[in-house]
């Protein structure tokens, strides 16, 4: 079992940053990425970025490349997203998950409860 805690977001304007933080615990050991994701209503989860555990090899949906930052530090168990130059768009509730990896939702095994993200114009 992976418990995952996450923390942060909340309300920012356009252009704005935000970080959330996601603090995992448990037999986490099983599972090399940790990523995050994030859905609106009536949409499908989607992909946000993963990280391995090494943290030497990240991955980005096209979407946010170049504005979000993912980051790992294994010695905490913990797995940042830091956002910049946040847009209307990216106002989802975003989630933190552990799992095998790529941009597929059910590759990932464990999730975080969620935290709202919300861009104001």
């Known amino acids: 079992q992976v418990q995952l805690i996450q923390s942060g977001g909340g309300l920012v304007q356009g252009g704005g940053s935000l970080r959330l933080s996601c603090a995992a615990s448990?037999?986490?050991?099983?599972?090399?990425?940790m990523g995050w994701f994030r859905q609106t209503p009536g949409k499908e989860r989607e992909f946000v970025a993963t990280?391995?555990?090494?943290?030497?090899?990240?991955y980005y949906a096209d979407s946010v490349k170049g504005r979000f930052t993912i980051s790992r530090d294994n010695t905490k168990d913990t797995v940042d997203l830091q956002m910049n130059s946040l847009k209307l768009e990216d106002t989802a509730v975003y989630y933190c998950?552990?799992?095998?990896?790529?941009?597929?939702?059910?590759?990932?095994?464990?999730w975080g409860p969620g935290t709202q993200v919300t861009v104001s114009s």
């Open positions: 448990g037999r986490t050991f099983n599972y090399t990425f």
């Open positions: 998950a552990v799992g095998l990896g790529g941009t597929f939702v059910p590759n990932y095994h464990y």
């Open positions: 990280i391995t555990r090494s943290g030497g090899n990240t």
